[in-house]
């Protein structure tokens, strides 16, 4: 899937099946029932206003196009409040966590901001289907919202701002509603494979789409969703955006989402590991943004390091090898394309190979003297940081490719072999 294809996105005139699954589901807990009588396109009623939601109204949208889009017709009579969003951030702040110690110096502002909270009813349908048929997906939604609010704070950020602070981190993902679940961040995007990968890559564009034609938010709001996993140096989806090109909203949720996924998927959920992960390559993220999460890493207790000194640099050698065997690669290649969809790919392999690069050398793990003088266990995470990125920039050369010739297809496949040459 390339720009052109998430370009069109999703269409609200036929119920997706996987939000209507959702949906469904949480209704056997919470009641949700018609706000509106439902009619398809050629003005059939299709379902009662005020009629639960059930599986017979599955049965009768199947492939039909409505008048209205189905999320506009429902409403969760009993579902997530403000007072709501208030509780689950007091039930985050008793927990003895990485992201409570980033939002606990702000939780004053956080919790009164987020008792007035305007939630129009799409996303509070939403939020309230995730709440009983996805949990995890809620709770993400809940840090993320907690998060953005303590960024905003931290920087001074008035009544207004802190509010749509925090609605960007509340309502940030909920275009993952609208895939398989299969291909959600649930499982990360540092572990999907690319078929899987091609899904996922859609979300924030259907989430953007969802809040800009669904909602009367502003339209600050909808792209900053459109934005939270670029970044400033190209190597984001769903569009490559960089730089200037990039909001200051959307460069806040960038940080939060990538602070979040290293804290969740980390065998050690530390901020000095989500810290590295902000530092790695200098240029993705706003620096603006990142200074929280930084701040609570030098305040949190040095780690201890699993491996040996030796054992580290054997691997970092085996690392160094397998980037500048992809730089090499990736330079051959360059001079081989042809299409243009292939000098495309590889013209971004190389430039974020080239970042990458940059990163390995301001990191200074190239040096055995810097390494005896540096946290093993900071070291031990960049290592793993580096290895992730290798992964990445395959998956972001292959989706920037879109379908290729089988020749070129297998010119790409060449390069992505050196790009997983190593593993930790």
């Given at each position: 899937?390339?720009?052109?294809?998430?370009?069109?996105?999703?269409?609200?005139?036929?119920?997706?099946?996987?939000?209507?699954?959702?949906?469904?589901?949480?209704?056997?807990?919470?009641?949700?029932?018609?706000?509106?009588?439902?009619?398809?396109?050629?003005?059939?009623?299709?379902?009662?206003?005020?009629?639960?939601?059930?599986?017979?109204?599955?049965?009768?949208?199947?492939?039909?196009?409505?008048?209205?889009?189905?999320?506009?017709?429902?409403?969760?009579?009993?579902?997530?409040?403000?007072?709501?969003?208030?509780?689950?951030?007091?039930?985050?702040?008793?927990?003895?966590?990485?992201?409570?110690?980033?939002?606990?110096?702000?939780?004053?502002?956080?919790?009164?901001?987020?008792?007035?909270?305007?939630?129009?009813?799409?996303?509070?349908?939403?939020?309230?289907?995730?709440?009983?048929?996805?949990?995890?997906?809620?709770?993400?939604?809940?840090?993320?919202?907690?998060?953005?609010?303590?960024?905003?704070?931290?920087?001074?950020?008035?009544?207004?701002?802190?509010?749509?602070?925090?609605?960007?981190?509340l309502l940030h993902d909920l275009g993952e509603m609208y895939i398989d679940p299969r291909h959600g961040e649930a499982e990360a995007d540092r572990e999907l494979d690319f078929?899987?990968?091609?899904?996922?890559?859609?979300?924030?564009?259907?989430?953007?789409?969802?809040?800009?034609?669904?909602?009367?938010?502003?339209?600050?709001?909808?792209?900053?969703?459109?934005?939270?996993?670029?970044?400033?140096?190209?190597?984001?989806?769903?569009?490559?955006?960089?730089?200037?090109?990039?909001?200051?909203?959307?460069?806040?949720?960038?940080?939060?989402?990538?602070?979040?996924?290293?804290?969740?998927?980390?065998?050690?959920?530390?901020?000095?590991?989500?810290?590295?992960?902000?530092?790695?390559?200098?240029?993705?993220?706003?620096?603006?943004?990142?200074?929280?999460?930084?701040?609570?890493?030098?305040?949190?207790?040095?780690?201890?390091?699993?491996?040996?000194?030796?054992?580290?640099?054997?691997?970092?050698?085996?690392?160094?090898?397998?980037?500048?065997?992809?730089?090499?690669?990736?330079?051959?290649?360059?001079?081989?394309?042809?299409?243009?969809?292939?000098?495309?790919?590889?013209?971004?392999?190389?430039?974020?190979?080239?970042?990458?690069?940059?990163?390995?050398?301001?990191?200074?793990?190239?040096?055995?003297?810097?390494?005896?003088?540096?946290?093993?266990?900071?070291?031990?995470?960049?290592?793993?940081?580096?290895?992730?990125?290798?992964?990445?920039?395959?998956?972001?050369?292959?989706?920037?490719?879109?379908?290729?010739?089988?020749?070129?297809?297998?010119?790409?496949?060449?390069?992505?072999?050196?790009?997983?040459?190593?593993?930790?």
């Amino acid at each position: 899937m390339n720009a052109t294809t998430v370009a069109r996105g999703p269409s609200f005139s036929v119920a997706n099946q996987h939000a209507l699954a959702t949906i469904l589901e949480a209704s056997q807990t919470k009641s949700i029932i018609a706000s509106r009588d439902i009619f398809d396109i050629s003005g059939i009623k299709l379902w009662a206003r005020d009629q639960p939601v059930s599986s017979a109204l599955q049965r009768r949208l199947l492939d039909r196009q409505l008048r209205n889009p189905l999320e506009s017709c429902l409403l969760a009579a009993d579902g997530v409040t403000a007072y709501a969003l208030v509780q689950s951030v007091e039930a985050l702040l008793e927990r003895d966590s990485p992201v409570t110690a980033l939002i606990r110096p702000h939780a004053g502002r956080i919790l009164k901001e987020a008792a007035h909270l305007p939630l129009h009813s799409v996303p509070q349908l939403l939020l309230t289907a995730s709440q009983a048929s996805r949990p995890e997906s809620f709770e993400h939604a809940v840090q993320a919202m907690a998060l953005c609010g303590a960024m905003m704070d931290a920087h001074g950020g008035g009544t207004a701002e802190m509010r749509m602070a925090l609605l960007c981190g509340l309502l940030h993902d909920l275009g993952e509603m609208y895939i398989d679940p299969r291909h959600g961040e649930a499982e990360a995007d540092r572990e999907l494979d690319f078929v899987s990968y091609q899904q996922l890559v859609v979300h924030p564009h259907v989430g953007h789409l969802l809040i800009a034609q669904l909602t009367n938010y502003p339209g600050a709001l909808s792209r900053a969703i459109a934005e939270h996993h670029e970044r400033l140096d190209g190597s984001g989806y769903p569009h490559g955006l960089q730089s200037d090109d990039v909001s200051a909203l959307g460069r806040m949720l960038a940080v939060t989402e990538a602070t979040l996924g290293t804290l969740r998927h980390a065998e050690r959920p530390l901020l000095a590991r989500a810290s590295v992960s902000l530092r790695a390559v200098p240029g993705e993220f706003d620096l603006y943004w990142t200074r929280v999460v930084e701040a609570g890493a030098r305040a949190e207790l040095p780690s201890r390091a699993r491996l040996g000194t030796a054992e580290v640099q054997a691997r970092l050698g085996r690392l160094d090898s397998a980037l500048r065997a992809a730089e090499e690669s990736v330079a051959v290649l360059a001079l081989d394309a042809e299409s243009p969809a292939l000098k495309n790919a590889v013209a971004l392999g190389r430039h974020l190979l080239g970042r990458l690069r940059v990163g390995w050398n301001a990191s200074g793990l190239w040096s055995s003297q810097a390494l005896n003088t540096r946290d093993a266990a900071e070291v031990e995470a960049i290592e793993e940081e580096l290895v992730f990125r290798l992964r990445a920039i395959e998956r972001a050369a292959m989706l920037r490719a879109g379908e290729l010739a089988p020749r070129d297809a297998g010119r790409l496949a060449t390069l992505c072999e050196s790009l997983r040459a190593v593993t930790v």
